[in-house]
């Protein structure tokens, strides 16, 4: 069981910048994130663009907005569940709370902050009657551990990156790769495309464009499926079916843990810490609704330090916080560090 | 008066004849979202970048718009639920020129 002050859902910007604000109170942070690697939105939909509006950077990198939070953050020794997505919550008798995640970690934390965006991201999944049917039977939609497909057959679909990048991949470990794309055109990095290019003239890579996987068959794992090219249907054999069609966001089971919900959103108390309906269990950054609600980094790192004072006085009630500034104080790191402004002081002039 | 006249059907099959500023740099997808057309979440995604096509509709008058780049035809390529009349409506700017357009959000997925 992992053990923390403050459990965070979503390590995106709010979700990051919370850590270094309970640092400052000495409190301990934990995250999780269903993503693989930290940032929410910013990592996953636009690295490379430029922020214009963080206070006292005229530009930043998205990405590079991120290193530097986890840069920020490193002396307060966050723990991380990557990978995983939080799905249920049990609040216990004396006020603290545990959460698992999909893959069934526990999580006990003081209070928990939901920072989770838009929600945890899904696959897009095409519009194919059955396909719910075939889900863990052949039709995957995360190449998790390519071993799987270790001297099977398999069909990607999707015309991105991650059906590029896997077709290549795959080559090497799958029996026979087809890619299936609606154009014949790809939007992927280029060296991708001319490394599928390349694979296709080797015979390593079968690609069928502009085509459509229409229909998919088998009794209790996909051996077949429909292709719908031009005018024309056809049917190949396969082991495997990815379809790779992007990621959305969804509330996902946040949903279900009856916190009171507006627009997508969970309700919170803005006027006072960002409090759900349910004690101890607050909501920050853009996964979070009130009245006049601006979904901006910058608001998301204001409604995190607030949280962060409410969690202190929830944790140590009836004890004094004063407001300290950090250029005074310095900051004491968990990991036995210590910073603070330095001090030039020159007592006697010759 | 810089606004022009759009009508949206939602997602539920309802109009909505909405006045759209032309001097605010605003996109179809901006608009549907400034008048809450469609629940948060669930359209605008990629903020606009023709990445994620929650934003999907489809043109129903004859209202002349610029061509799609190449962005748009390739994300529309991937997306679901597509027609010979979709566009996305981050990538259509509103001007004077798109007056009296008619459009149709495409179903969610
Ligand atoms: C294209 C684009 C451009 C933008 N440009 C700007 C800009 O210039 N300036 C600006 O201020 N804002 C901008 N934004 C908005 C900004 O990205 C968001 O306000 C910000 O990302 C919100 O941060 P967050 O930490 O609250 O949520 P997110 O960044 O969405 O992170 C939430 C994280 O929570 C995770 N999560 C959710 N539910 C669960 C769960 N149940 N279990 C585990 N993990 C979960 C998700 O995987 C995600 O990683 C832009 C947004 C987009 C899409
Ligand atoms: S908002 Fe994402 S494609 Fe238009």
Request: net charge negative; with cysteine; aromatic share 6%.
């Amino acid at each position: 069981m992992i053990e923390t002050d403050i459990l965070i859902i979503g390590a995106g910007p709010t979700g990051l910048f919370a850590v270094f604000e309970a640092g400052l109170l000495k409190l301990k942070c934990h995250l999780i994130d269903g993503l693989p690697q930290p940032g929410g939105q910013l990592t996953e939909l636009y690295p490379k663009k430029p922020i214009f509006d963080i206070p006292g950077y005229p530009s930043v990198g998205a990405a590079e907005l991120i290193d530097n939070l986890m840069e920020q953050i490193k002396q307060f020794e966050p723990g991380f569940t990557l990978n995983e997505v939080a799905e249920t919550i049990d609040k216990l008798e004396d006020g603290t709370f545990i959460v698992t995640t999909n893959k069934g970690t526990k999580h006990h934390a003081k209070a928990v902050a939901i920072a989770g965006g838009l929600g945890s991201f899904e696959p897009r999944k095409p519009v194919i009657d059955n396909i719910a049917f075939y889900e863990d039977k052949g039709v995957e939609y995360f190449v998790k551990n390519p071993e799987l497909f270790r001297d099977k057959k398999i069909v990607i679909a999707g015309g991105g990156d991650s059906a590029l990048d896997w077709s290549i991949f795959l080559a090497d470990v799958a029996s026979s790769v087809t890619l299936v794309h609606r154009r014949n055109e790809f939007r992927g990095a280029l060296d991708s495309v001319e490394k599928v290019q390349e694979l296709k003239k080797q015979g390593k890579v079968n690609l069928i464009t502009p085509a459509e996987v229409i229909e998919v068959h088998g009794e209790n794992h996909v051996n077949a499926l429909t292709l719908q090219i031009g005018d024309e249907k056809q049917q190949i054999e396969t082991d495997y079916f990815i379809p790779l069609f992007g990621l959305t966001p969804k509330l996902g089971p946040i949903a279900n843990w009856g916190l009171e919900i507006e627009k997508n959103a969970i309700k919170v108390n803005n006027a006072l810490d960002y409090q759900t309906n349910i004690p101890g269990i607050y909501a920050i950054g853009d996964v979070n609704i009130y009245p006049g609600k601006l979904k901006l980094i910058l608001c998301g790192f204001h409604e995190a330090t607030l949280m962060c004072q409410s969690v202190y006085n929830l944790i140590n009630p009836g004890k004094k916080y004063v407001l300290k500034y950090t250029t005074v104080s310095g900051i004491d790191g968990f990991d036995g560090t210590r910073k603070e402004a330095e001090k030039a002081v020159v007592k006697s002039i010759d | 008066m810089n606004d022009i006249k759009i009508t949206i059907i939602d997602r539920e099959g309802v109009s909505h004849e909405v006045d759209a500023p032309t001097d605010m740099n605003m996109n179809v997808m901006e608009l549907i979202r400034a008048y809450e057309l469609a629940p948060e979440g669930t359209i605008g995604i990629c903020g606009g970048m023709a990445m994620c096509a929650s934003c999907q509709c489809y043109v129903l008058n004859d209202v002349e718009l610029p061509e799609m780049s190449d962005d748009e035809e390739a994300m529309l390529s991937e997306a679901f639920n597509v027609k010979e009349n979709s566009r996305l409506g981050c990538q259509i700017h509103i001007t004077p020129e798109i007056e009296g357009l008619l459009v149709e959000l495409a179903p969610e997925n």
